[in-house]
């Protein structure tokens, strides 16, 4: 499979530019010119960066003043320190992978496509010659049910920022939050600087162990990993009944354990249809919730890890501060980043 040059292994700045508290006194602290250092002194060779749409225009649409100077000045410290750089529009008006932000329309109405498209075409304008930055269209579509609308909206998106950026790299991701069992229904890349996009946060009920934010999720809920595929599925069968609304992957991968043979069991479809496709994956986002006991993290890190060397998948961990996934809080870079 192709590799994403570049972008083989890096991290998330999540809560910086997209689910904040919208003000320039949080752009300003939450991340700063030193910590594009730090992770250029980790030997990591990108950021992932996602934005929300409120960054960068109003409630009707306008530009604001000062939107592009917060993503031009990560352009310029991902220069200064040699690392790439993806722009992830986390979320477009009328649609956000959080049903909490209240976000709807997107799918149905040509006027919000449309804004969407403009948006897109704004940061193409300004970024588009970049050399050390890619677009991620939109993070994670959720129901299955766009996978066909979301088909034709994003290709029509890729086809106007080709108009102003015919070389910047642009990432898509499927259905079911980037799910990579959504893989096989995108469409054929439309050129050859097309990246198919996933996420993985799979085993959920060991990633997001306890997660007030999860549907069902008991708060207390604990899991160790790895662990045999029987002993999660009866987890997973238990929280359902108790109400969890999100259910796993892990009962549809036939291996004994849950492990790293887990994960390249997972991943062998997509990898197979990105080599008949002349494409490549890229992995914006996986993480352990920092509920999990230090130990079962590093575990699950060093497992996935191996698959994603295995198949030579780019990659970057959610998420480098907070956001309940932080990985320097608690000095648990230094224990994970030989496996990131």
Request: net charge negative; hydrophobic share 35%.
């Amino acid at each position: 499979m192709k590799k994403f040059i570049g972008y083989e292994k890096g991290i998330n700045f999540g809560g910086w530019l997209s689910q904040c508290n919208h003000t320039c006194k949080h752009y300003d602290e939450f991340i700063a010119e030193k910590d594009f250092a730090q992770v250029a002194s980790l030997g990591l060779d990108h950021v992932r960066i996602p934005i929300d749409y409120t960054l960068l225009e109003n409630e009707i649409g306008e530009p604001t003043a000062y939107g592009m100077d917060y993503i031009q000045k990560a352009v310029e410290w991902c220069e200064k320190y040699k690392l790439n750089m993806i722009l992830d529009l986390h979320k477009t008006c009328g649609f956000s992978f959080d049903k909490g932000e209240q976000e709807s329309g997107f799918f149905t109405s040509e006027s919000l496509q449309e804004r969407f498209y403009c948006l897109w075409e704004r940061l193409a304008q300004h970024f588009g010659s970049c050399t050390r930055i890619a677009f991620e269209l939109l993070n994670e579509v959720t129901d299955r049910e766009y996978c066909e609308k979301w088909n034709a909206i994003s290709e029509q998106c890729v086809q106007r920022i080709r108009k102003i950026a015919p070389n910047v790299f642009i990432l898509i991701g499927g259905y079911e939050n980037n799910s990579v069992m959504a893989i096989p229904d995108l469409k054929m890349p439309y050129d050859d600087k097309i990246v198919y996009n996933f996420h993985c946060y799979e085993p959920l009920i060991f990633t997001h162990q306890g997660a007030y934010w999860v549907d069902g999720m008991p708060q207390d809920f604990r899991l160790a990993f790895p662990g045999e595929t029987r002993e999660y599925a009866e987890n997973q069968k238990r929280l359902v009944q108790m109400g969890l609304k999100t259910v796993d992957l892990v009962t549809n991968v036939q291996t004994k354990m849950v492990n790293s043979a887990y994960f390249e069991t997972l991943f062998a479809k997509a990898v197979a249809i990105a080599e008949e496709r002349g494409t490549t994956l890229y992995c914006g986002e996986y993480g352990v919730i920092d509920l999990a006991d230090s130990e079962s993290t590093v575990s699950w890190y060093k497992a996935i890890h191996q698959a994603f060397e295995k198949y030579g998948i780019s990659r970057a961990a959610w998420c480098y501060k907070g956001m309940d996934f932080g990985l320097t809080d608690h000095h648990m870079i230094e224990k994970i980043m030989p496996y990131l």
